[in-house]
């Protein structure tokens, strides 16, 4: 008998060396720098598939075309619905959209790209890299519950906060290439784009601006965290529920489907929802990074003073111009971003 325990114990501790804890531990090995890679792919597959729409929301987040869209108004626009400013919003938002391909080349329509990937494929990873592990480390800290909307709010605002601080200089690159064009003088000459490329911009913000020029708009960007946090702990909260529904009713590869459907729908209602509440933000961000002249000064010198003036220029409407093109664009964003981002932290995070 004694020789029967002796073998069943060997067999115990032979089954358990051959199958120990390794999935796990791969799984908590890999879980930091999953989160750069996936985040990283979701932000290149972003950017490169909405980089038209970037250029435009930026255009009209500045004071690019406020001539022009003054051009348009009317008292009778003043007097229509509500109904129709809208669909006159949308129209005109499209018209800038095919002037820009008509005046400047289908290549306009990708000015700053080059910024906007070097910007957006470290932005995410950055930021993906910092909410994943937040999420992991602030229930140990604190003591707080993994699937709590305060871990996910919290970790995100930690992200945005991070995040914006470690791109902003590429972000105010991208935003003056694309809003860098050649102009007419007042001889009938034509004065060249004031920009040959990312470096030269560089240069000539530290040269005329100081170091200090490179972080514009860093207060407005601040002030995105909270949209950041919106948008991730309403996912976060939507995609917790999906994941008990699923589990209380037993994982098919057709819920698995259904799953990533429901969250691709998540990652963009959620992202509609943060936009609508914090987008002030994005206008003043770019006002700030666009740093415009007036009297021989800048025009802008702070957030609250940027706020400020715009509402007394162009009233409240200004604060969410460029709406249209941000959402268009930043709806399937999100869901871009979110579904590459987790379907590549799957793949990356699968036992060995």
């Not at 959402?327 to 699968?350: C, D």
């Given at each position: 008998?004694?020789?029967?325990?002796?073998?069943?114990?060997?067999?115990?501790?032979?089954?358990?060396?051959?199958?120990?804890?390794?999935?796990?531990?791969?799984?908590?090995?890999n879980s930091s720098w999953t989160h750069l890679v996936a985040g990283a792919a979701g932000g290149m597959a972003t950017a490169l598939l909405t980089s038209p729409l970037d250029v435009l929301r930026t255009r009209l987040q500045s004071d690019y075309y406020r001539s022009h869209l003054k051009s348009h108004a009317s008292a009778q626009h003043m007097r229509s619905s509500l109904a129709r400013s809208f669909v006159l919003h949308f129209s005109e938002t499209f018209e800038i959209l095919f002037s820009i391909h008509r005046t400047e080349g289908?290549?306009?329509l990708f000015r700053g790209l080059g910024p906007s990937l070097t910007g957006v494929v470290?932005?995410?990873?950055?930021?993906?890299?910092?909410?994943?592990?937040c999420k992991r480390l602030y229930p140990e800290v604190f003591g707080l519950d993994?699937?709590?909307?305060?871990?996910?709010?919290?970790?995100?605002?930690?992200?945005?906060?991070v995040t914006g601080t470690a791109t902003n200089p590429i972000w105010l690159v991208k935003t003056r290439l694309q809003l860098d064009k050649s102009h007419r003088n007042n001889d009938g000459s034509m004065r060249p784009p004031q920009y040959r490329n990312s470096f030269d911009c560089v240069k000539q913000v530290i040269k005329q601006e100081g170091v200090k020029g490179l972080y514009k708009g860093l207060m407005a960007s601040y002030l995105g965290v909270i949209e950041t946090t919106l948008h991730l702990a309403?996912?976060?909260?939507?995609?917790?529920?999906?994941?008990?529904?699923?589990?209380?009713?037993?994982?098919?590869?057709?819920?698995?489907?259904?799953?990533?459907?429901?969250?691709?729908?998540?990652?963009?209602?959620?992202?509609?929802?943060?936009?609508?509440?914090?987008?002030?933000?994005?206008?003043?961000?770019?006002?700030?990074?666009?740093?415009?002249?007036?009297n021989g000064r800048?025009?802008?010198?702070?957030?609250?003073?940027?706020?400020?003036?715009?509402?007394?220029?162009?009233?409240?409407?200004a604060l969410?111009?460029?709406?249209?093109?941000?959402?268009?664009?930043?709806?399937?964003?999100?869901?871009?971003?979110?579904?590459?981002?987790?379907?590549?932290?799957?793949?990356?995070?699968?036992?060995s």
């Open positions: 008998m004694q020789a029967l325990r002796n073998e069943s114990k060997d067999a115990a501790l032979n089954a358990a060396s051959e199958h120990p804890i390794a999935p796990p531990q791969v799984q908590q090995t289908w290549r306009s470290p932005a995410t990873a950055i930021k993906f890299y910092a909410y994943g592990n993994k699937d709590a909307t305060s871990t996910h709010a919290l970790a995100a605002a930690t992200a945005g906060a309403s996912y976060e909260r939507i995609k917790v529920m999906v994941a008990r529904h699923y589990e209380r009713q037993g994982k098919t590869q057709s819920s698995e489907v259904a799953q990533g459907l429901i969250l691709s729908g998540a990652a963009g209602i959620s992202k509609l929802i943060a936009v609508l509440i914090a987008y002030p933000h994005e206008v003043l961000r770019t006002r700030l990074r666009q740093a415009p002249m007036a800048q025009k802008y010198t702070g957030v609250v003073q940027c706020l400020r003036l715009m509402v007394k220029e162009e009233g409240f409407v969410y111009g460029g709406l249209t093109a941000h959402m268009i664009r930043t709806v399937p964003s999100a869901a871009i971003t979110l579904g590459t981002y987790e379907l590549v932290l799957k793949l990356l995070s699968r036992p």
